[in-house]
């Protein structure tokens, strides 16, 4: 998604997310997937907060733009926890997706991460 259309999806998103109380410090993503630093709450769970979120920001988008067949994330999200002092950064390189993937995919970064933070796959 580009241009307009995705700053609208980011800005939808983001109204959505307040109203359900789910607080995003940041978001934003290349074409083909969003990156988001959301605070949660006690009572909130990671998958209760992309279901939500994906399942009404699939709907919107569908409504909005008509193509051919519907519009669906995947089934799949990746999510890690940041520490306070990593907040800066983060922002950072959320606010920089469009530069930064300009150099590395997605997938190329998934992995680096995995590898350089000793996840297994």
Known sequence: MVGKTRLDLLNHIREYAKSKK??????NGGDDHLHALISMDHDQSIGSI?????????HWINKQIHQE????WQPEYWAVS??????KSVRNYIRDQEA??????????????MKDFGFDE
């Not at 930064?100 to 991460?113: G, I, M, P």
């Open 22 to 27: 789910i607080c995003i410090d940041h978001i």
């Open 100 to 113: 930064h993937h300009n150099l590395h995919t997605f997938e190329e970064e998934r992995v680096a991460f």
């Open 50 to 58: 992309m279901n939500l979120i994906k399942g009404e920001s699939a």
């Open 82 to 87: 940041v520490g306070e002092s990593q907040l």
């Open 69 to 72: 067949g519907d519009f669906s």
